[in-house]
């Protein structure tokens, strides 16, 4: 796997696919300006009269629940739809999974139309499988990564997608396929929508590979990595947002590979 992960981040920047969003306000910026470093092209679009046309031009689609309302779940539920129809790869980040009643409502409804991709932290993954009745912490995890492995693999037979676990070890979960990897710094958990970026450029990936399982793995590894490099030189989370979208940009192979952290 690490042999291929360098020429798939090679790939992205060439191939500059186009990328929906209907993600969440708080980090729009954020996320569109990390797409843009690695090389892909962001489109933040909701409204319900476009959605098919937007859905139609893109190379993939990213759902994220975090500021849900009625407009916007309508919004999600008809891009997902449609990018089942057009066979076009799609990432759910259901943000704050089993907060609310109204919110597992809409991430049951999601689900029913089997995302490509699931990426989420262990308290959310674990509220998408109901395998416990654990409390989220907002948008933060309150388990650690291996918690929730039984049930990323309950997912990931129920509904055919690649589960990705966040969290200090991200774990990638698909079909007779299991990865770890153990890049990144604590400084990143004080940026907002880190892990929304995430989702972003597993999108990214999943345009342009074939492979899900590999383009998860190679966009968790990317924003992984730079996290990791960009925290050294960064004096606090407002200078590491700025590194690490530079990092994103400027990353070399021989950086990449030293830093990468892999396991089974």
Same mark, same amino acid.
């Given at each position: 796997?690490?042999? =291929?992960?360098?020429? /798939?981040?090679?790939?992205?920047? *060439?191939?500059?696919?186009?990328? /929906?969003?209907? !993600?969440?306000?708080v980090? $729009?910026?954020?996320?569109?300006?990390?797409?843009?470093a690695?090389?892909?092209?962001?489109?933040?679009? /909701?409204?319900?009269?476009e959605?098919?046309?937007?859905?139609? =031009?893109?190379?993939?689609?990213?759902?994220?629940? +975090?500021?849900?309302?009625?407009?916007?779940?309508?919004? $999600?539920?008809?891009?997902?739809?449609?990018?089942?129809?057009?066979?076009?790869p799609?990432?759910?980040?259901?943000?704050?999974? +089993?907060? *609310?009643?109204?919110?597992?409502?809409?991430?049951?409804?999601?689900?029913?139309?089997?995302? !490509? =991709?699931?990426?989420?932290n &262990?308290?959310?993954?674990?509220?998408?499988?109901?395998?416990?009745?654990i &409390?989220? #912490? +907002?948008?933060?995890?309150?388990?650690e990564?291996?918690?929730?492995?039984?049930?990323?693999?309950?997912l990931?037979?129920?509904?055919?997608?690649?589960?990705?676990?966040?969290?200090?070890?991200?774990?990638?979960?698909?079909?007779?396929q #299991?990865?770890?990897?153990?890049?990144?710094?604590?400084?990143?958990?004080?940026?907002?929508?880190?892990?929304?970026?995430?989702?972003?450029?597993? &999108?990214?990936?999943?345009?342009?590979?074939?492979n899900?399982?590999?383009?998860?793995?190679a966009? $968790?590894?990317?924003?992984?990595?730079?996290?990791?490099?960009?925290? #050294?030189?960064?004096s606090?989370?407002?200078?590491?947002?700025?590194?690490?979208?530079?990092?994103?940009?400027? =990353? !070399?192979?021989?950086?990449?590979r030293?830093?990468?952290?892999?396991?089974?």
């Amino acid at each position: 796997m690490e042999n =291929i992960l360098w020429p /798939h981040i090679q790939r992205l920047k *060439t191939s500059v696919p186009l990328i /929906h969003n209907i !993600t969440n306000y708080v980090v $729009m910026n954020n996320t569109a300006n990390a797409l843009l470093a690695a090389g892909a092209s962001p489109i933040m679009a /909701h409204a319900q009269s476009e959605i098919e046309d937007m859905v139609n =031009i893109c190379q993939a689609l990213v759902v994220n629940i +975090g500021t849900l309302d009625e407009y916007w779940s309508t919004s $999600m539920i008809n891009a997902a739809k449609k990018a089942n129809e057009l066979s076009k790869p799609w990432v759910l980040d259901p943000v704050g999974a +089993g907060a *609310t009643s109204y919110r597992n409502e809409i991430i049951a409804k999601l689900l029913e139309l089997k995302p !490509t =991709i699931i990426r989420a932290n &262990a308290s959310e993954i674990m509220a998408l499988a109901k395998a416990t009745n654990i &409390a989220t #912490k +907002g948008v933060d995890s309150t388990a650690e990564s291996d918690e929730a492995i039984e049930a990323a693999t309950s997912l990931q037979k129920e509904f055919g997608a690649v589960i990705c676990i966040s969290g200090e070890t991200d774990i990638i979960i698909g079909k007779d396929q #299991k990865l770890s990897l153990k890049n990144g710094n604590a400084l990143m958990a004080k940026v907002t929508g880190m892990g929304c970026s995430a989702s972003a450029l597993t &999108a990214a990936f999943a345009a342009i590979l074939e492979n899900k399982f590999e383009a998860t793995v190679a966009a $968790m590894a990317l924003i992984g990595v730079c996290g990791e490099i960009a925290a #050294k030189s960064s004096s606090g989370p407002g200078s590491l947002q700025l590194t690490l979208l530079d990092k994103l940009y400027n =990353i !070399t192979e021989e950086e990449f590979r030293s830093h990468l952290k892999i396991g089974e």
